[in-house]
């Protein structure tokens, strides 16, 4: 599976699947150590998910650790002058 993560603002990315936005990934709580969930749009049955997807929401203790079960998608963040980066390290 090819998956991009598209940072929105700190702490909330769109995962995208071949180009169609399928999941979110947010930063949970305001202190550390933070959690992270990968959580798809759609209520889809199981044998329609996508890979590595068995439910429909999955919780993490690191962004790496997302990036790691999603096999090191490509990222792309926003720096603080606003203008986007891509990067794959230094989550």
Same mark, same amino acid.
């Given at each position: 599976?090819?998956? &991009?993560?598209?940072?929105?603002?700190?702490?909330?990315?769109?995962?995208?699947?071949?180009?169609?936005?399928?999941?979110?990934?947010?930063?949970?709580?305001?202190?550390?150590?933070?959690?992270?969930?990968?959580?798809?749009?759609?209520?889809?049955?199981?044998?329609? &998910?996508?890979?590595?997807?068995?439910?429909?929401?999955?919780?993490?203790?690191?962004?790496?650790?997302?990036?790691?079960?999603?096999?090191?998608?490509?990222?792309?963040?926003?720096?603080?002058?606003?203008?986007?980066?891509?990067?794959?390290?230094?989550?």
């Amino acid at each position: 599976m090819t998956y &991009r993560l598209i940072q929105l603002a700190p702490g909330a990315f769109d995962l995208l699947l071949h180009d169609t936005v399928i999941a979110s990934v947010v930063r949970n709580g305001s202190r550390q150590p933070y959690a992270w969930t990968a959580e798809l749009l759609e209520d889809l049955p199981r044998s329609k &998910r996508p890979s590595p997807f068995r439910e429909i929401e999955h919780d993490f203790s690191s962004l790496e650790e997302v990036c790691a079960w999603l096999g090191h998608p490509r990222v792309k963040t926003n720096n603080r002058h606003g203008a986007a980066q891509s990067s794959t390290r230094g989550l």
